[in-house]
């Protein structure tokens, strides 16, 4: 019906004869049946283009599967099935090979069983197949080979690929084929089959290629990770370090057995033989236990240098006869000393059950935490000595007599030694926070203020002296010496000071300066004193020498008119008369006194000038002098008393002058109508001695106490009493020798007293 | 060996005491030979120069305070001559100190025989003969 629809269509009109017509018909037909064919071509083309759409939509579905992360084997798996479904046939065979996994097959399909020990051969058999005079990977599966094949492989017909990539090592052996007995849908693949498979083959190993290096990727993101985690447990670690040495030296060591996940992790130091173990149990962590084990010491004297070294368990057994200590079955030892100062100080060790050889980046953290360790310990050297030194300069400072004290530069304490408490009367945390200027008097405030403003690098000590309140509310005196501390910038930060108290020796001063004024104007009196007295001792001097020349010189004269005198008289007395002879005595007479006076004269000149002090005893020296004056006591009749005197220092030259003296005086003037009584005496009294000699004398009157002392002075005519006026100035004379003074009691008529102190020399 | 006390020399500078201790030691003794020296150089001089050593006095009375030469100076002098001339004279110091330290001076000089206190006595005279001299 259609064919007559077309003739309808295209001729609606006959014209000409029949065999015209039939001819036109022929035609008409010859050309329906090449019209029919065309549009079988048409048909066909375009059933094969709806096939390679249909086909490169599965490629991509597979591709899309393809590209997430699967395993190997099932990676392999899809391929094949992939192969049967693209390709159109019954089974398919994937080797795909690269180091991990050299021999890898897969099988798309049904009805294939083959032993996994066969599989070589078969992909030895298959790459054989391949055309090594040609490019192409095509494999050869219509060759006699092929046959071969046959024998592990019931295949009718089969077409293959083989692909290697030698730079990434993988190779992809890929076959399709029908099982005997079956047909194929075509019988030889054609040009765009051929094509399409070896794109997909491309695309699978591309795919494979991909794979692996997705897998090394991620083996290595999975590296860095337990990198970037053992750092970040590394930095954990070191931030939750305490300030106790020892304890980050735990936590390091524990830390280096949990990142290297070792059974044990050793440390030790090398001067002690006591060894901290923390033995890893797993998830649950650390137990830590001390031991002295002698065994481990042998494997750490191994160790020398920083360098990671190794041990097996070979050198470790050896050991372990000679060693008392249980090593659990250790198998490998891996460690290296810890160094300070490039001196091994101790070790640090980890210890497995099994095989294990550090990779380099835990060769690194093994030195990190030995690092670290070294760190610490050097720390706790450090801390070490530093808790010495403030113990030692704790005791120092606080055994201090010397007040310490620290403050801020506002004068805000910190510090205070226990002088410094006593001082003030107030605990040290009762004096933290309070200020130094409170203590100091307002007076010191700005000097105070300006010297602390004035310490700096260049001059960092001050001296001061401060006036204080203390405990008491006394005023004291305290001097400080003040030290700057500073900070890394120059400035001021903190003040130490040393005091003391000086209260005593700022009075003292003050007293010291008083007293120094005084004594200066004392020393000034007595300069002047001592000049005029020098100068009187001078004039003394030089009047009792010109005494002496005087009364020598007059002494010569003198001796010539005696001389004369007595020559005139031998030459002339008979010549002379009566009268003349009167003359002659009186002149004679004239003579003989001024012969005494100027003996005397001479004497009281000479008194003192070569004295010398003894030890006299009185009562001896009163007893000699009596005997002198017997004659004369004896014609005055005298009754003379001495009471017990004492023995003291004199000059006793002048001494025995002065009692002398005294006693004749008293003789010399005694009265006519009464006996005369003298009565000698000594009492002590605070300087020396007193002495008194009294007589019942004539007495002296009250006017005349003072005067009878002075040189030359005379009460009476020498008619009355004979003398010179010289004794008793020579008594005062020899009192004043000896630092006494001389005085008289006495009533006119009655009798006199003379009293004079010696003072004790 | 004790001498004869025949000659006495004064050395004074004073006339007077010279005049009176002539007469003096004339009434002691009217024999002994009397040389008399105002000045103490002039008296050394003669000591000195003197060649007959039986001309030199035997005694010498020698006063201290006197102008030029005085006493100790005279001694000082004498102490250098030779030792024959010092043999025959004997030196006794008169004079009217009575200094006790001219007295320890005079003894530092031992040829000087005795330190006399003016004025000269017929007893001073008669200890010095009996003390010094063969009589």
Partial sequence: ?761 | MKKELRSIMLVDDNPADNFYHQRIIKKYNSEIKILTFESAKAALEFIKTIEDLDFLPNLIFLDINMPGMNGWEFLEEYELLDKVRQSKLLVIMLTTSENPSDIIKARTWNFVADFKSKPLSQIMLEEIEKNHFNN
């Fill in chain 1, 1 to 761: 019906m259609s064919k007559n629809d077309n003739s309808k269509i295209s001729s609606p009109e006959f014209t000409g004869t029949l065999d015209e017509l039939l001819q036109d018909y022929r035609d008409l037909q010859l050309r329906v049946t090449r019209f029919s064919s065309t549009e079988q071509k048409l048909i066909n083309t375009r059933n094969k283009l709806d096939n390679e759409i249909n086909r490169h939509k599965r490629m991509h579905a597979f591709n899309k599967q393809a590209l997430d992360s699967m395993s190997d084997d099932v990676f392999c798996k899809m391929v094949a099935e992939a192969v049967v479904d693209i390709m159109e046939a019954e089974v398919a065979l994937v080797f795909l090979s690269h180091l991990d996994n050299p021999n890898f097959l897969c099988f798309g399909g049904e009805g294939i069983v083959l032993a996994e020990t066969e599989y070589p051969k078969i992909k030895s058999a298959l790459s054989h197949l391949c055309d090594s005079n040609t490019k192409s990977n095509q494999l050869q599966l219509d060759s006699k080979e092929f046959e071969n094949i046959k024998t592990w492989l019931p295949l009718n017909y089969a077409y293959g690929i083989h692909i290697v990539d030698t730079k990434n090592e993988i190779s992809l052996l890929l076959t399709g084929g029908v099982l005997e007995g079956k047909e194929m849908f075509y019988e030889k693949p054609e040009v765009e089959s051929d094509m399409l498979f070896s794109i997909f083959s491309q695309q699978v190993l591309a795919r494979a290629i991909n794979r692996k290096k997705n897998q090394t990727i991620h083996n290595q993101v999975e590296k860095i990770e337990t990198s970037s985690n053992r750092l970040s447990k590394i930095t954990d670690n070191f931030l939750s370090f305490g300030s106790a040495p020892k304890s980050n030296i735990e936590l390091l060591t524990k830390l280096s057995g949990d990142l290297l996940k070792a059974d044990i992790a050793v440390y030790s130091k090398a001067d002690e033989c006591l060894i901290q173990t923390y033995k890893n149990k797993g998830q649950g962590g650390v137990s830590t236990e001390i031991k002295s084990c002698h065994f481990y010491f042998d494997i750490f004297s191994k160790l020398n240098t920083k360098e990671i070294q190794h041990f097996n368990s070979d050198e470790i057994r050896v050991l372990k006869n000679k060693s008392k200590c249980d090593f659990q079955g250790m198998k490998t030892y891996t460690g290296c000393a810890v160094m300070l100062d490039n001196q091994p100080i101790g070790w640090l060790a980890l210890v497995y059950k099994r095989k294990y050889i550090p990779e380099e980046n835990e060769k690194q953290i093994i030195k990190i935490i030995s690092a670290g360790i070294a760190v610490e310990e050097m720390r706790n050297i450090s801390i070490d000595k530093l808790r010495d030194n403030e113990q030692r300069l704790d005791s120092v400072v606080q055994t201090q007599h010397e007040m310490i004290c620290r403050f801020l530069p506002d004068t805000t304490l910190k510090f205070a030694n226990k002088p410094y408490c006593e001082a003030f009367g107030l605990s040290e945390k009762e004096l933290m926070g309070k200020k130094v200027s409170d203590f100091v008097s307002a007076d010191y405030h700005a000097e105070m203020k300006t010297a602390l403003a004035n310490l700096s690098k260049k001059n960092p000590n001050n001296t001061h002296i401060y006036s204080i309140t203390d405990k008491n509310g006394n005023m004291i005196w305290q001097e400080w010496v003040e030290s700057a501390i500073f900070n890394n910038k120059d400035e001021v930060i903190e003040i130490q000071a040393i005091g003391r108290d000086i209260t005593e020796s700022k009075r003292a001063e003050q007293d010291r300066l008083i007293a120094e004024e005084n004594i200066r104007s004392k020393v000034e009196e007595l300069t002047i004193t001592n000049q005029k007295l020098e100068k009187l001792a001078k004039d003394n001097q030089e009047l009792e020498q010109y005494a002496y020349l005087a009364s020598h010189d007059l002494k010569e004269p003198l001796r010539t008119v005696e001389n004369y005198i007595y020559l005139f008289e031998d030459d002339y007395a008979e010549k002379l008369d009566e009268q003349a002879h009167v003359y002659l005595e009186t002149v004679k007479a004239a003579i003989k006194r001024m012969n005494k006076l100027i003996k005397t004269l001479l004497e009281f000149s000479q008194l003192g000038a070569n004295r010398k002090l003894t030890l006299v005893n009185c009562n001896e020296m009163l007893k000699e002098i009596l005997a002198d004056l017997e004659s004369s006591i004896k014609t005055s009749e005298a009754t003379i008393e001495i009471a017990e005197l004492p023995e003291l220092n004199l000059y006793e030259q002048e001494a025995r002058q002065l009692f002398q003296n005294l006693i004749s005086n008293s003789i010399k003037f005694k009265r006519k109508d009464e006996a005369l009584k003298i009565k000698i005496s000594a009492e002590k009294i605070t300087e020396g001695w007193k002495f008194a000699v009294s007589d019942n004398g004539i007495g002296i009157a009250q006017e005349h106490f003072k005067r009878v002392f002075e040189i030359f002075q005379r009460l009476h005519t020498v008619q009355e009493y004979e003398g010179t006026g010289i004794g008793l100035a020579h008594c005062k004379k020899i009192v004043k020798l000896h630092m006494g003074e001389i005085w008289i009691n006495s009533t006119l008529g009655k009798g006199t007293i003379f009293n004079f102190t010696i003072q004790k020399i």
